[in-house]
């Protein structure tokens, strides 16, 4: 079993940045594939940021050229840069950690945008 801790999540003003953090009881050395997902209220989750053991990216449409993912391996660590955040992008963000075909969520991390 694979823990996922999650930190940075808060309330953000329309227009400010935010940094979430995840970080896995496992290295990620076998890792296949991380990933941030959102969840607002009444609707589905989805997608926002992934990257595959190779590091390619891959983005939602709604958030390319403001959020950014990165990982530290060191230290079995994903982050989410956010950049420019609109308040309908108010919701719970999860990271997502993908070793071979099993999922592992981190908790939901709250991020209110709002003024």
């Known amino acids: 079993q694979v823990q996922l801790v999650e930190s940075g999540g808060g309330v953000v003003q329309p227009g400010g940045s935010l940094r979430l953090s995840c970080a896995a009881s496992?290295?990620?050395?076998?890792?296949?594939?991380v990933g941030w997902y959102r969840q607002a209220a009444g609707k589905v989750r989805e997608l926002v940021a992934a990257?595959?053991?190779?590091?390619?990216?891959n983005y939602a449409d709604a958030v390319k050229g403001r959020f950014t993912i990165s990982r530290d391996i060191a230290k079995n660590s994903v982050y989410l840069q956010m950049n420019t955040l609109k308040p309908e992008e108010t919701a719970v963000y999860f990271c997502?950690?993908?070793?071979?075909?099993?999922?592992?969520w981190g908790q939901g991390n709250q991020v209110p945008v709002s003024s």
């Open positions: 990257m595959t053991s190779g590091g390619s990216t």
């Open positions: 997502n950690f993908h070793y071979g075909p099993t999922a592992y």
């Open positions: 496992r290295n990620m050395y076998d890792i296949y594939s």
